[in-house]
């Protein structure tokens, strides 16, 4: 066995003493088991009949053969050199790789010409690269693209020639023109790393949704508005958000959705819907602040539900922002009621501000500014102690007056108060119970005459005072229906001038009240009505008092910013005053 092993294994190795080991590769010729002349028998019958395939991009592709170029292999003696440089006896060893031996020539012309007839290489069916890039806002997507770059089919032909080139002489059958690097590059790549990173922040910016509760109006803040005030730089890849066009848009809700100082509808507990223009009540935006908000959301992609930030707030959201709790306030029948989640709590009587003296209580819708017990109304020469102090227009409130033993009718009209709402106490206790910071009161004058019937939501009635303390039904010319009001010019309406210390907006320190003379106990019983310097009761031809002006309210301890108005409350608009006439003997 071992001789005939050793016999075997000689005679193989005499085999490969003139034939390639099994494995060898010339070129891209498979020679293993060869001779010298049989590998090239094998390549020359394989050039007789060589042809080029060329594949170019977007499935295009052309063909090269031998013949249209005049192509000629000529082979040199490496074939027997690879064969001579063998050692038989070591064929186990398995063949190597060696290049083709081959020289190439062909006509350069011809190949030029062929080369420009290929669709390929045609200038006109080129097309030439384009970077990757950032597109426009999608809508539907709700973001920007990042759009892949276009690598075009220019080729370069010089690359493109010597590869081609190459493949002939290694007689290869195929080749591909991508792989061999032979077009023009686009600059840019979609995976760019500061493209990416741009397109990410532009992402994140539109991918932001605030959804808000505009006191009872839904508003979204999404990409859809938001890439309008991005300014984008693609060049150097900068994006800001405009400032000014968000503040535009929080400017633009605050318009449409606030109610702070606007008309707004009332259907008093008559039963009339009224248009109450003035008062400093309603919702209404910080716009700076939200403007501000707005823009760190945006910057933060992010995705919330808020209410935006307030100067001013309401009693209630939606149309109806004074909602089912109130104080209601009829200046013209000098009638109060107080609702509370739509229930009648109370009504009852007041006197209001003097019109005679220019201090008519103002119309408006306002909310309570606080509430305090105990609190002492001075003014010159006088301090009046109140249990219970609800201002809610600057200084001018609602009060119990325990010096006036009268209430309502046309008392106001001569001497009525510097411009509060004065009230029994019982009532006012009840009304101190129930209100709070915030509530809202609402104050208004409207025609009526005769024995009007006053009609609550809760459809109680009672019959008003007598006619002829109704405002307006008087047809002396000389009686102050309290529709013009006259009042002092610098201080706004209903405000009263003092000289308290701390004023603050919306009123000038000072509108407590001077306890009315003849109906302090110890002087002439009077009718609310009578002469501040003699008590006597008013006898229709008296001149009009001059009272000194208050001068603040003080406030027990415990009570908060007694001294001059408190502060953030709007200051009421003016009205220029006019000319109070003179009245007449027999005026009421």
Same mark, same amino acid.
């Given at each position: ?21 099994p494995?060898?590769?010339?070129g ?7 001779t ?12 007789g009949?060589y ?70 290489f ?7 690269p ?7 806002y ?31 002489e ?10 061999a690097?032979?077009?023009t ?5 979609q ?20 959804? /808000? ?22 060049e ?17 809700l ?47 992609g ?8 307030y ?24 009638h ?14 007041f ?14 819708? /306002?909310?309570l ?12 020469g ?11 227009? %600057? ?20 001497n ?7 009230? #029994? ?10 209100v709070?910071? %915030?509530?809202?009161?609402v ?7 005769g ?25 002396d010319?000389?009686v102050?229906?309290?529709? =013009?009001?006259? =009042? ?8 009263? #001038? ?26 002439? #019983? ?63």
């Amino acid at each position: 066995m071992i001789s005939l092993l050793f016999m075997s294994y000689l005679a193989v190795s005499l085999f490969f003493m003139n034939h390639y080991y099994p494995g060898t590769m010339i070129g891209e010729f498979s020679c293993g088991g060869l001779t010298a002349e049989g590998a090239k028998a094998l390549i020359e019958e394989r050039a007789g009949n060589y042809q080029l395939v060329i594949i170019g991009r977007e499935e295009t592709e052309a063909t090269l053969t031998a013949s249209e170029i005049q192509l000629q292999f000529q082979l040199d003696d490496t074939l027997k050199d690879i064969v001579n440089r063998q050692n038989g006896f070591a064929w186990l060893s398995g063949g190597g790789q060696y290049d083709l031996p081959v020289t190439v020539s062909y006509d350069e012309g011809l190949l030029n010409e062929r080369l420009s007839d290929m669709l390929i290489f045609q200038r006109s069916h080129m097309r030439k690269p384009s970077n990757a890039y950032i597109g426009e806002y999608d809508e539907e997507t709700g973001s920007y693209p990042l759009v892949a770059e276009d690598r075009g089919t220019m080729i370069n032909r010089q690359k493109a020639q010597t590869a081609i080139v190459q493949a002939i002489e290694n007689m290869e059958e195929t080749i591909l023109l991508d792989e061999a690097g032979c077009y023009t590059e686009p600059e840019i790549s979609q995976d760019n790393e500061a493209l990416v990173r741009f397109c990410s922040r532009l992402n994140r910016f539109v991918s932001s949704r605030i959804v /808000y509760d505009w006191h009872g109006m839904e508003e979204v803040v999404d990409g859809n508005l938001i890439h309008d005030w991005l300014d984008i730089d693609r060049e150097k890849q900068i994006v800001s958000i405009n400032a000014e066009g968000v503040r535009e848009y929080i400017n633009s809700l605050s318009k449409k959705h606030d109610t702070f100082g606007k008309a707004r509808e009332f259907r008093t507990s008559e039963g009339k819907l009224i248009t109450i223009k003035t008062g400093s009540y309603g919702w209404r935006v910080d716009r700076n602040k939200e403007t501000e908000r707005l823009l760190k959301l945006i910057r933060a992609g992010s995705q919330v539900n808020r209410e935006p930030e307030y100067l001013y707030t309401a009693a209630a959201k939606g149309e109806n922002d004074i909602g089912d709790s109130y104080v209601e306030i009829n200046l013209s029948a000098q009638h109060l009621y107080l609702y509370v989640k739509g229930e009648l709590i109370t009504e009852s009587d007041f006197v209001s501000g003097s019109v005679a003296r220019g201090f008519a209580t103002p119309d408006g819708v /306002y909310s309570l500014t606080y509430k305090t017990r105990n609190a002492t109304l001075r003014g010159q020469g006088y301090a009046s102690p109140v249990d219970f102090w609800m201002p809610f227009n %600057g200084n001018i409130g609602m009060h119990d007056a325990s010096w006036r033993r009268q209430f309502g009718g046309t008392i106001y009209l001569r001497n009525g108060s510097h411009g509060c709402v004065n009230l #029994p106490r019982e009532e006012a206790e009840k009304i101190y119970e129930y209100v709070d910071k %915030g509530f809202p009161v609402v104050c208004y004058k409207e025609e009526s005459s005769g024995n009007s019937i006053k009609k609550n939501n809760q459809g109680n009635t009672n019959t008003q005072t007598d006619p002829a303390q109704t405002p307006g039904a008087v047809d002396d010319p000389n009686v102050l229906p309290g529709v =013009v009001v006259p =009042v002092d010019p610098n201080t706004g309406i209903g405000v009263v #001038p003092g000289v308290g210390t701390e004023p603050g907006p919306g009123g000038v320190p000072g509108t407590g009240e001077v306890p009315v003379p003849g109906t302090v106990p110890g002087e002439i #019983p009077g009718n609310g009505a009578g002469d501040p310097a003699t008590g006597q009761p008013d006898g229709g031809n008296v001149p009009v008092p001059v009272v000194p002006p208050d001068q603040g309210v003080t406030g027990q301890p415990g009570a908060e910013g007694m001294t001059g108005a408190d502060p953030g409350v709007v200051p009421a608009p003016a009205v220029t005053p006019e000319p109070i006439p003179a009245p007449v003997p027999g005026a009421q």
